[in-house]
């Protein structure tokens, strides 16, 4: 048994196939926690773990769709409305996400109005987590200064999710008694940096993720990345660490299901 902790198949990626895929992760033993980023995402989420036994929600607003939000409070009321349905078990992604680039008629620019609009985005999403009591799924990209300024301040639990830092940032994070979320990208050729991270990151503190349709690891890198691509990722992270694959499955799923409260899921 696996757990991908941050999958997204509501997303349109999976409308052709979604059903099919959803049986074959039951009939493999792989649990997902399908993570909401904005509004009908959220509900989305909701809907498929009402739906089916092996999918877990999360609900939150993802920072590129916080700087549309205009009703903070409005928001909070409608994420708290769903995070207390049955089988939600955190809300995120949320976070600060400061990457900008420009490709042509495709640029990002961040101005000082929209990190702050992420900001508080982000910590009332913080502040929902705490009154809860829910563990967070925090998305972090280029933004490690702003984000550990807020997290050190509301202390909440939770996952950094696909972690993306130096080892400064990361001892910092573990400090703080988060998790780390590794994905694909750990197997990318170029990955040097993100797999040291995954050397110095106990195995008792790591998650597994796909972040599925996304980041899809090698071999198959270029193709739709799905939940069964769990499997690459743990094996990966067993050759990293030179332990047994399944030691590292055993760990990863009790450290998910500490986090999320995840009672009904068999360790093995």
Do not use: W
């Not at 089988?87 to 109005?113: H, M, N, R």
């Not at 696909?162 to 750990?186: H, P, Q, R, S, T």
């Amino acid at each position: 048994m696996l757990i991908d902790t941050h999958a997204h198949l509501d997303f349109s990626q999976f409308d052709q196939d979604r059903e099919k895929i959803i049986t074959e992760l039951a009939k493999l033993g792989i649990s997902i926690i399908n993570v909401g980023s904005h509004k009908q995402a959220c509900l989305d989420s909701v809907a498929l773990a009402k739906k089916y036994e092996n999918i877990y929600a999360a609900v939150g607003i993802h920072p590129h769709d916080a700087e549309k939000i205009r009703n903070i409070p409005e928001l909070i009321e409608f994420l708290r409305d769903l995070a207390i349905k049955d089988k939600v078990v955190a809300i995120g992604e949320c976070g600060l996400d400061y990457y900008t680039f420009d490709q042509g008629k495709f640029k990002k620019e961040l101005t000082s109005k929209t990190k702050n609009q992420q900001k508080e985005v982000f910590k009332a999403q913080l502040e929902l987590a705490k009154q809860l009591k829910l563990p967070v799924i925090i998305h972090n990209r280029e933004s490690h200064a702003d984000l550990l300024k807020i997290i050190k301040k509301f202390k909440n639990r939770g996952v950094l999710h696909c972690f993306a830092g130096d080892l400064k940032f990361l001892k910092e994070i573990l400090d703080l008694g988060f998790y780390v979320g590794f994905d694909g990208n750990i197997t990318f050729k170029n990955a040097q940096e993100l797999q040291k991270a995954v050397k110095s990151t106990p195995l008792n503190r790591i998650l597994i993720e796909t972040d599925c349709p996304f980041l899809t690891p090698e071999p198959f890198r270029g193709l739709r990345n799905e939940p069964k691509n769990v499997k690459i990722i743990a094996d990966f992270i067993s050759g990293l660490k030179q332990l047994p694959l399944a030691k590292v499955v055993e760990t990863t799923n009790k450290n998910a299901q500490k986090l999320f409260n995840l009672k009904n899921e068999k360790t093995n």
